[in-house]
C-alpha cells in the first residue's frame, strides 16, 4: 500500500538465533509502526519510531528492537529468537498530520 | 484494556451485500478503521471514519458508526469473489496511530459462495 517496502519477504531462521527485518520509507512519511500478526492472537502493536527516535514499545519482551535510520527507513531486530516469534511482521509508515497508516506485505518469519 | 471485537467468519452469495460488524470498547476512540488482507498479502486501507461521523460511503463501501453502542459496520455492495479476504475493523485515539499504535480487532473472514 501506497509504495511499502519491506524485506526479506521470508525468513527461516532458527532457536537462538537473530533476525533482522527492514522497512522502506516513504517520502514525508516520519512515523514507522511495527506490528506482529501471529496465528490466533492477531495483529498486536510492536514499536513506534518517530522522527529517528523509540516512542513507544507494545508489550513485547526487550528481545525486540529496533531503530530508525535519518531517512526515515527502519530495522526490526529480534534476538534470542523462540518458536513462538512465528508471524507476519508488518510495518506501516504514517504521517503525524494524516489519519491513516499505510502498510507494507509484511516479512513472514518462521523460527524451527 | 482496549479492545476490537469482530465475528471469525461471513459467509454471502456473490451479488448480494455483506455487512461485517466491529464492536469496541474504548471510550476515546476517534478514528475507526477498515482494512483488507488478501492471503499472503499485507493490510490494504479500505476507508475510516471519525468519531463524529456516523456514516461514510465510499463507492460500494458504507461504513456506520454508533457511538453510543461503540458499534461499527461495513457494508460491500453487489459483493464480488474478488472481496473474498480478511477485514480488519481498527480503532486509534490519536491521529495516524498516536503512541499505542492502532488497535485491532482479529479479522472477519469474508467468504463468497457462487
Known amino acids: 500500500e501506497a509504495g511499502v517496502t519491506q524485506s526479506p519477504t521470508h525468513l527461516i531462521k532458527t532457536r537462538g538465533q537473530q533476525a533482522t527485518l527492514r522497512c522502506s520509507p516513504i517520502s514525508g512519511h516520519t512515523s514507522v509502526y511495527w506490528y506482529q500478526q501471529a496465528l490466533g492472537l492477531g495483529l498486536q502493536f510492536l514499536l513506534w519510531y518517530d522522527e529517528g527516535e523509540e516512542r513507544n514499545r507494545g508489550n513485547f519482551p526487550p528481545r525486540f528492537s529496533g531503530r530508525q535510520f535519518p531517512n526515515y527507513s527502519s530495522e526490526l531486530n529480534v534476538n534470542a529468537l523462540e518458536l513462538e516469534d512465528s508471524a507476519l511482521y508488518l510495518c506501516?509508515?504514517?504521517?503525524?498530520?494524516?489519519?491513516?497508516?499505510?502498510f507494507g506485505p509484511g516479512t513472514r518469519l518462521t523460527v524451527l | 484494556g482496549e479492545d476490537v471485537e469482530q465475528s471469525l467468519f461471513l459467509s454471502v452469495r456473490e451479488g448480494d451485500s455483506s455487512v461485517i460488524n466491529c464492536t469496541y470498547t474504548?471510550?476515546?476512540?476517534?478514528?475507526l478503521y477498515w482494512y483488507k488482507q488478501e492471503p499472503g498479502a499485507g493490510l490494504q486501507l479500505l476507508t475510516y471514519?471519525?468519531?463524529?461521523?456516523d456514516m461514510k460511503q465510499d463507492q460500494r463501501l458504507t461504513v456506520l458508526l454508533n457511538k453510543k453502542d461503540k458499534h461499527l459496520s461495513l457494508r460491500i455492495a453487489d459483493t464480488q469473489t474478488g472481496d473474498s479476504a480478511i477485514y480488519f475493523c481498527a480503532e486509534s485515539s490519536d491521529s495516524g496511530g498516536g503512541a499505542d499504535g492502532l488497535t485491532f480487532g482479529k479479522g472477519t473472514h469474508l467468504i463468497i459462495q457462487p
Open positions: 506501516a509508515r504514517a504521517k503525524r498530520e494524516e489519519d491513516t497508516q499505510y
Open positions: 471514519i471519525f468519531s463524529n461521523m
Open positions: 474504548d471510550s476515546s476512540s476517534t478514528y
